[in-house]
C-alpha cells in the first residue's frame, strides 16, 4: 500500500513538474499572440492597413532567414501590411521552437524564439543576396570588397549573387546600412526581408514604423541601375503617425507661500507699512558664462507654439532621400 502510494505521489510531482516546464510556458506564448494581435489590430484600423492575426501561407514563401532556421512549431502572426514613406510594408512576428528538452524522459522544455520580420515590396525582381554581419563558422561566405574597410570588416555576403553585390554596395548603401545598423537583410525575388530578433519584449506599433522608415530609407538608397528603369515610388506625404495616447489630466497649480518680512535687525528702524526685507547681494556674474534668461547666439532656440517634429517625416528630401546626411534616425534595439 505504502508502495502504490509512494509511486502515485511521484507521478503526481513529475506532473506538476511539467506543468510549470511545459504547459505554462505555452500558455504563455499563446497569449503573448492574444495580446500582440489585439495591438496591431488596433494599429492597424487607424491607419486604415491590412490585418491579418495568423499567416500560415508566409512559411513556405520566403526561402531566406529566418524560415530556413532549424525548428518546429512555427507560426506567423500579427501580420500587417500598409505604405510607409510610400513603399509598401509588411510586418509580422515569425515564432519557432528552436529546442526541446527532456530530463530523463519524465520533464519536458521548450525553448522558443519570436523574430520580428519587415518585408519591403521592390520595383522589380532581382537575384537572391543575403548579407549578414560576419560571425564565426560563417561556411562559404564570400567576403565584400567595397571602398569601406570597416564595412568588409564587419559585412559578408553569406549567400547570393556576388555580381549583384558589387554593383548594390555603393558607398551611400554602405553607409545608410552601418548608420541604421540593418546588417542582416535578404533580397528575395522582388522584397526585400529584414529580420530582428525579439528577446523577452514586444515590438509596440511606434518601433514597426521607425524600423520600417528605416528598411525603406535603405531600399531608396539602391543605385538606380540595379531597377533597370523601374521606377520607385515618390515618398508618402505625410509620413504614417501612431496615434498618441490620450492627454493627462493636468494638474492643479501648486500656491506659492507668500513672502514672510523679515524682521528687525539691531540697529534698524521700522519703516511705514511694515518691516521691509533688505536687499540681498548676488554673486557677482563670471565673464565667459551666459546670462540667464537670455537666448544664447549660434543655437537653435525653439519656436513658442510650434512642436518639434521629424523634419524626414514631413519634407522628404530628393529622390526620396531624407535630409541631414540621408539618413533617418537609427530604429530602436529591443
Same mark, same amino acid.
Given at each position: 500500500?505504502?508502495?502504490? =502510494?509512494?509511486?502515485?505521489? =511521484?507521478?503526481?510531482?513529475?506532473? =506538476?513538474?511539467?506543468?510549470?516546464?511545459?504547459?505554462?510556458?505555452?500558455?504563455?506564448?499563446?497569449?503573448?499572440?492574444?495580446?500582440?494581435?489585439? #495591438?496591431?489590430?488596433?494599429?492597424?484600423?487607424?491607419?486604415?492597413?491590412?490585418?491579418?492575426?495568423?499567416?500560415?501561407?508566409?512559411?513556405?514563401?520566403?526561402?531566406?532567414?529566418?524560415?530556413?532556421?532549424?525548428?518546429? /512549431?512555427?507560426?506567423?502572426?500579427?501580420?500587417? @501590411?500598409?505604405?510607409? !514613406?510610400?513603399?509598401?510594408?509588411?510586418?509580422?512576428?515569425?515564432?519557432?521552437?528552436?529546442?526541446? @528538452?527532456?530530463?530523463?524522459?519524465?520533464?519536458?522544455?521548450?525553448?522558443?524564439?519570436?523574430? +520580428?520580420?519587415?518585408?519591403?515590396?521592390?520595383?522589380?525582381?532581382?537575384?537572391?543576396?543575403?548579407?549578414?554581419?560576419?560571425?564565426?563558422?560563417?561556411?562559404?561566405? @564570400? #567576403?565584400?570588397?567595397?571602398?569601406?574597410?570597416?564595412?568588409?570588416?564587419?559585412?559578408?555576403?553569406?549567400?547570393? !549573387?556576388?555580381?549583384?553585390?558589387?554593383?548594390? =554596395?555603393?558607398?551611400?548603401?554602405?553607409? @545608410?546600412?552601418?548608420?541604421?545598423?540593418?546588417?542582416?537583410? +535578404?533580397?528575395?525575388?522582388?522584397?526585400?526581408?529584414?529580420?530582428?530578433?525579439?528577446?523577452?519584449?514586444? +515590438?509596440?506599433?511606434? #518601433?514597426?514604423?521607425?524600423?520600417?522608415?528605416?528598411?525603406?530609407?535603405?531600399? /531608396?538608397?539602391?543605385?538606380? #541601375?540595379?531597377?533597370?528603369?523601374?521606377?520607385?515610388?515618390?515618398?508618402? +506625404? $505625410?509620413?504614417?503617425?501612431?496615434?498618441?495616447?490620450?492627454?493627462?489630466?493636468?494638474?492643479?497649480?501648486?500656491?506659492?507661500?507668500?513672502?514672510?518680512?523679515? &524682521?528687525?535687525?539691531?540697529?534698524?528702524? $521700522?519703516?511705514?507699512?511694515?518691516?521691509?526685507?533688505? $536687499?540681498?547681494?548676488?554673486?557677482?556674474?563670471?565673464?565667459?558664462?551666459?546670462?540667464?534668461?537670455?537666448?544664447?547666439?549660434?543655437?537653435?532656440?525653439?519656436?513658442?507654439?510650434?512642436?518639434?517634429?521629424? &523634419?524626414?517625416?514631413?519634407?522628404?528630401?530628393?529622390?526620396?532621400? &531624407?535630409?541631414?546626411?540621408?539618413?533617418?534616425?537609427?530604429?530602436?534595439?529591443?
Amino acid at each position: 500500500m505504502l508502495v502504490v =502510494l509512494f509511486i502515485v505521489i =511521484l507521478i503526481a510531482v513529475f506532473g =506538476l513538474l511539467n506543468v510549470f516546464t511545459l504547459v505554462l510556458p505555452r500558455q504563455f506564448l499563446k497569449k503573448r499572440q492574444d495580446v500582440k494581435n489585439a #495591438e496591431r489590430q488596433a494599429f492597424a484600423l487607424s491607419q486604415g492597413w491590412y490585418f491579418q492575426p495568423y499567416a500560415p501561407e508566409v512559411l513556405s514563401r520566403y526561402g531566406c532567414p529566418p524560415f530556413t532556421e532549424r525548428g518546429d /512549431r512555427r507560426v506567423v502572426f500579427g501580420l500587417i @501590411t500598409g505604405q510607409v !514613406d510610400g513603399m509598401q510594408v509588411t510586418t509580422f512576428d515569425y515564432q519557432r521552437r528552436t529546442k526541446s @528538452t527532456s530530463y530523463s524522459a519524465v520533464v519536458y522544455n521548450d525553448t522558443n524564439q519570436v523574430v +520580428t520580420v519587415w518585408t519591403v515590396k521592390l520595383p522589380k525582381a532581382l537575384p537572391y543576396l543575403e548579407l549578414s554581419t560576419r560571425k564565426l563558422f560563417m561556411g562559404n561566405a @564570400t #567576403e565584400v570588397r567595397t571602398a569601406d574597410p570597416e564595412f568588409n570588416k564587419r559585412f559578408v555576403v553569406s549567400d547570393g !549573387d556576388v555580381n549583384l553585390a558589387a554593383q548594390l =554596395l555603393t558607398p551611400q548603401v554602405t553607409g @545608410t546600412i552601418q548608420h541604421l545598423r540593418l546588417g542582416d537583410w +535578404t533580397i528575395h525575388g522582388d522584397e526585400l526581408v529584414y529580420p530582428m530578433v525579439n528577446t523577452m519584449t514586444r +515590438t509596440t506599433a511606434q #518601433e514597426i514604423v521607425d524600423t520600417a522608415r528605416c528598411v525603406v530609407a535603405l531600399v /531608396r538608397a539602391f543605385p538606380a #541601375e540595379v531597377w533597370g528603369g523601374a521606377q520607385l515610388p515618390a515618398p508618402q +506625404t $505625410p509620413a504614417t503617425q501612431v496615434p498618441a495616447a490620450a492627454p493627462m489630466s493636468q494638474p492643479m497649480p501648486v500656491q506659492q507661500p507668500m513672502a514672510q518680512p523679515m &524682521p528687525p535687525q539691531q540697529g534698524q528702524y $521700522p519703516q511705514p507699512g511694515g518691516w521691509q526685507p533688505q $536687499p540681498q547681494q548676488g554673486y557677482p556674474q563670471q565673464p565667459g558664462y551666459p546670462q540667464p534668461g537670455y537666448a544664447q547666439p549660434g543655437y537653435p532656440q525653439p519656436q513658442p507654439g510650434y512642436p518639434q517634429q521629424n &523634419p524626414w517625416s514631413q519634407h522628404p528630401g530628393p529622390q526620396g532621400q &531624407p535630409p541631414n546626411g540621408g539618413y533617418p534616425a537609427a530604429p530602436p534595439r529591443y
